[in-house]
């Protein structure tokens, strides 16, 4: 399994992103994913769920009008579109397999958002 972000970058608030997670190794559209984020100093945290379909999404509330998650399952990638950013989003934005939270999920590298004037 391999997961790999990208798309992280500087941005102004109010700005936006597009982060995307290229996945391999393991037939991706038969897999749940989650985006999860940590700030500095602080734990993980869970921001955003899509099922294998792609037809059920769920989000955390702090980015629930702000953000979407999709996937493309022919393309193996995992998609957050990113709007309305705001400084406390700053963080290494992680894609998961699942929720994340379990010790057989997987995760990329991480790509860091840092949102600042």
């Known amino acids: 399994v391999h997961l790999a972000e990208s798309g992280g970058g500087l941005v102004q608030p109010g700005g936006s992103l597009r982060l995307s997670c290229a996945a391999s190794?393991?037939?991706?559209?038969?897999?749940?994913m989650s985006w999860v984020r940590q700030a500095p100093g602080k734990g993980p945290e869970w921001v955003s769920f899509i099922n294998g379909g792609g037809g059920s999404t769920y989000y955390t509330d702090s980015v629930k009008g702000r953000f979407i998650i999709s996937r493309d399952n022919a393309k193996n990638t995992l998609y957050l579109q990113m709007s309305m950013l705001k400084p406390e989003d700053t963080a290494i934005y992680y894609c998961?397999?699942?929720?994340?939270?379990?010790?057989?999920?997987?995760y990329g590298q991480g790509t860091q958002v840092t949102v600042s004037s």
């Open positions: 998961a397999t699942d929720r994340g939270s379990n010790p057989d999920d997987y």
């Open positions: 190794g393991f037939t991706f559209g038969s897999y749940d």
